[in-house]
Nanobody
Framework: QVQLVESGGGLVQPGGSLRLSCAAS????????MAWYRQGPGKQRELVAR???????NYADSVKGRFTISRDNAKNTVYLQMNSLKPEDTAVYYC???????????WGQGTQVTVSS
């Protein structure tokens, strides 16, 4: 059974930082591209950051320079370090696992991030 379990969300003031974690089980983690998506109130789900099995990364323009995605294959965990948070970063953040070829894409249950004073 595949599980992606996110943690680290919460309430933070503008300018603050949070680190999200996503622990994966039931997949060969090291071969999967991993990503973070988010869905804000009244908005569509959007890609925030992605890291390939070879640790190449890409980011949404809105988070470049503020967010950093990383992975620890020994711990089957992907991280999202979020700095200089803004109210517009408020959303539910979802972890995503994308296989290298044909196969199922997996999603976590989401973790709420709220940026507010």
């Amino acid at each position: 059974q595949v599980q992606l379990v996110e943690s680290g969300g919460g309430l933070v003031q503008p300018g603050g930082s949070l680190r999200l974690s996503c622990a994966a089980s039931g997949i060969i983690f090291r071969i999967y591209a991993m990503a973070w998506y988010r869905q804000g109130p009244g908005k569509q789900r959007e890609l925030v950051a992605r890291i390939t099995s070879g640790s190449s990364t890409n980011y949404a323009d809105s988070v470049k320079g503020r967010f950093t995605i990383s992975r620890d294959n020994a711990k089957n965990t992907v991280y999202l370090q979020m700095n200089s948070l803004k109210p517009e970063d408020t959303a539910v953040y979802y972890c995503n696992a994308d296989p290298p070829g044909p196969g199922s894409v997996y999603w976590g249950q989401g973790t709420q991030v709220t940026v507010s004073s």
